[in-house]
């Protein structure tokens, strides 16, 4: 396959030459012919292309920034979720530290295993 155009702009060009086609105009046709057959200037059409005029196009690049927006938005908030839990675990073990938890567990196992081996 060569790398000269991609999918999409082989698809545009042959989107082009269909449409030019379908109007009963020369495929081959310049630009400047075809801005002067529409009444608008070389310069006007180069920036209408600039422009991107394409309405699937246009549609599909508002939905994906809107979906983009979105999707941000919702990684910072889980983002944030995160923060406050890793927070909240570590109050736990800077308590359970203080308070010594870990040696009473340790004892209270130590306890339950000499009366089972007691019965």
Same mark, same amino acid.
């Given at each position: 396959m060569s790398a000269i155009l991609t999918k999409e702009e082989v698809s545009t060009v042959v989107n082009a030459r269909r449409i030019l086609r379908q109007n009963g105009l020369d495929p081959n046709m310049d630009v400047k012919s075809l801005c002067g057959i529409v009444g608008i200037s070389r310069?006007?059409?180069?920036?209408?292309?600039?422009?991107?005029?394409?309405? /699937? *196009?246009?549609? @599909?690049?508002?939905?994906?920034? %809107? /979906? *983009?927006?979105? @999707?941000?938005?919702?990684?910072? %908030?889980?983002?944030?979720?995160?923060?406050?839990l890793r927070f909240e675990v570590d109050c736990h073990k800077a308590a359970w530290e203080i308070h010594g938890v870990d040696d009473l567990l340790v004892k209270k196992k130590d306890i339950r295993s000499r009366k089972s081996k007691k019965l």
């Open positions: 310069k006007t059409g180069y920036k209408w292309a600039d422009e991107n005029h394409v309405p /699937e *196009l246009s549609h @599909q690049i508002n939905s994906l920034e %809107s /979906e *983009l927006k979105t @999707q941000e938005k919702a990684r910072s %908030s889980a983002e944030k979720e995160v923060a406050d």
